[in-house]
């Protein structure tokens, strides 16, 4: 069920992929007479659609997928043993533990991280564009002739950084999760090897119908076709 859920999240990631880049080709910035490209209303609409429109759907899926297939750290509980006096007792000779992290666990953090810096950096432009930008824009152009035009550059600043740690974020998670479905698909076929080969296929020695028991068996195999029983000392 989870690897149907991740397949199912990473198609989602895909479709808003290529909606995220067909849409802004879409807009329509050509003269209805001349046919000549516009470049205003390519310089003005195209970011606009883009971050309004195609953006919105490529951050909830990669959310989405995320959340289902990122790193969770395991929750682990050890019970320490309690001396008469209710004191904690902790042994000077306990052994250190070395445990290794997989492949798969490196890719889903870089999925995890990636993943939530592209939302969070989205979140940060929504929220400054929704609360501070509009508001001095609608404030530019009420006070328009009466004074300057308001110093916007640290506000494109914050939009440069947010912009760049989306990018980097959305690289990460999508190289991320293509190397934790490879690693996985290479598990499962693994997996798949090794239960095969916990089954052996072996001839009766009496009608010569083929029989199928654990590798590790040893003992006696009663043909279910003649019954006749043999000895198999496989294992």
């Known amino acids: 069920m989870n690897r149907f859920s991740g397949a199912v999240s990473g198609v989602f990631v895909l479709l808003t992929g290529l909606w ?8 329509a910035c050509e ?42 750290s395991a929750v682990q509980l ?24 997989s492949l798969e666990a490196y890719a889903a953090w870089g999925v995890t991280i990636g993943g939530f810096s592209m939302a969070g950096a989205y979140s940060i432009t929504f929220i ?18 009466s004074s300057g035009d308001p110093d916007l550059d640290w506000l494109v600043n914050i939009y440069k950084v947010s912009f760049f740690v989306m990018r980097v974020g959305f690289w990460l998670f999508a190289t991320s999760a293509i ?9 499962i076929q ?5 239960r095969k080969s916990d089954k052996i296929v072996a001839p009766c020695p009496s009608c010569g119908k083929k029989l199928r028991f654990p590798a590790a068996y040893s003992g ?5 076709s003649c019954q006749h029983t043999f000895e198999t000392g496989q294992g």
């Open 20 to 27: 995220y880049l067909a849409l802004p080709n879409m807009v």
């Open 78 to 101: 050890h019970t320490i043993p309690i001396d008469a006096e209710g004191r904690a007792v902790l042994s000077p000779v306990a052994p250190a533990t070395n445990e290794q992290i």
């Open 179 to 187: 190397a934790k479905f490879v690693l996985e698909r290479g598990e």
């Open 128 to 145: 400054v564009g929704v609360l501070v930008a509009l508001p001095l824009l609608v404030l530019a152009g009420l006070s328009f002739g």
């Open 31 to 72: 003269d209805m007479q001349t046919g000549e490209v516009l470049q205003g209303c390519v310089e003005v609409m195209t970011p606009l659609i883009t971050y309004f429109c195609a953006t919105p759907p490529l951050v909830i899926a990669v959310l989405f997928h995320t959340m289902k297939n990122g790193e969770r």
């Open 220 to 224: 006696e195999v009663q043909c279910p």
């Open 190 to 194: 693994k997996g798949d090897g090794a």
